[in-house]
């Protein structure tokens, strides 16, 4: 069992939550929060640490407070939450690169665990029916989240090579989506216009927010298992999400649907990384069997559940106040 615990990027929520719920395991003597901004959001009795992953302080922390477990949930999704694509990349693949060195370096590490996206995948009319954890993409990512991430995952496994006696467990974890997380898909279903791929219907999978923190808190505790795909039952495909999201949409063709993304930037929509029709036009569907036998976690919304949860909360928001009748406002 894990006796000290750090993680990475506590500074966002789904960081935030595993701290609180890693705190709360009386088996644990420390949980220890790293971020480059204080989080705002409560972390139970987890110890936060002003810090900055591309720095030696990490490495020095890991080292002095003898960490035997990291949670790295640093890599940034979105060039928003990073200030720019450029940061974004630094703090991903760079950040990544020093923590991992750091961990090469920690004699007492005795285990890692990766926050990582099933993303690497990628999305193309190549791909097959379901991707297994030996797969690898048809159709690399080239640009974003999904490219950080694959370069994440090779660093991974060259700490592996260096440091077999570090147990690994790097989760694959489809779209999170839910009530309180903020991505380029929630932006996506909140626009007033969809614009969706002429001809394709993409089959989804979804794991809600409070399954990506349950999943991340089960790797910690339970026994290495390398590689691991993270995904609610079922699919949803595209159409399928469309109707329920009760949004009117625009066919777009895959070739030219620049002029959308740009005026949907413009008009603060949502801002759509250039990959982002093609996942919708191919979807991703991975096997989760391993999750199941391996890792012995089953999430507890669905797929399907997953997006109603996001869907009830977005129309809760796009609902105007509601006041008694007779009371002054």
Same mark, same amino acid.
């Given at each position: 069992m894990p006796r000290v615990v750090l993680v990475t990027g506590v500074a966002r929520d789904l960081a935030g939550r595993v701290v609180r719920r890693l705190s709360e395991d009386p088996s644990i003597e420390r949980v220890i929060g790293v971020d480059l901004v204080a989080p705002a959001h409560p972390m139970?009795?987890?110890?936060?640490?002003?810090?900055?992953? +591309? $720095?030696?302080?990490?490495?020095?922390l890991i080292v002095h407070a003898e960490v035997d477990t990291v949670v790295h949930m640093g890599v940034i999704a979105t060039s928003?939450?990073?200030?720019?694509?450029?940061?974004?990349?630094?703090?991903n693949v760079l950040g990544s690169m020093q923590l991992l060195a750091a961990c090469q370096k920690a004699p007492r590490l005795e285990r890692l665990v990766v926050k990582s996206t099933a993303g690497v995948y990628g999305s193309s009319p190549r791909d097959p029916a379901v991707f297994t954890e030996e797969m690898t993409a048809q159709v690399a990512p080239r640009s974003g989240f999904a490219r950080d991430?694959?370069?994440v995952e090779?660093?991974? +496994? $060259?700490?592996?090579r260096r440091r077999p006696d570090i147990g690994v467990t790097m989760l694959r974890m489809a779209n999170v989506i839910g009530p309180s997380i903020r991505t380029v898909l929630t932006d996506y279903f909140a626009m007033p216009v969809l614009p969706v791929p002429l001809g394709r219907d993409g089959r989804l999978q979804f794991l809600h927010e409070d399954d990506a923190v349950a999943s991340t808190v089960r790797?910690?505790?339970?026994?290495?298992?390398g590689v691991v795909n993270v995904a609610g039952d079922g699919v949803v495909s595209l159409g399928q999400a469309v109707t329920l999201s009760r949004r009117p949409f625009l066919a777009v063709p895959l070739a030219g649907s620049g002029p959308v993304r740009w005026a949907a930037r413009r008009a603060g929509w949502a801002a759509l990384p250039d990959d982002h029709l093609q996942f919708l036009a191919y979807?991703?569907?991975v096997d989760t069997t391993r999750m199941r036998k391996g890792l012995g976690f089953a999430p507890a919304y669905t797929t399907r559940g997953a997006f109603e949860s996001y869907l009830a909360s977005r129309d809760a928001k796009d609902?105007?106040?509601?006041h008694d009748e007779g009371v002054p406002t």
């Open positions: 139970g009795r987890g110890e936060f640490v002003r810090a900055d992953i +591309r $720095s030696a302080v990490v490495g020095r928003r939450d990073a200030g720019g694509r450029v940061v974004q990349k630094d703090i991430s694959m370069e090779g660093y991974v +496994r $060259s700490l592996s790797a910690v505790t339970a026994e290495p298992q979807g991703r569907v609902r105007p106040e509601q």
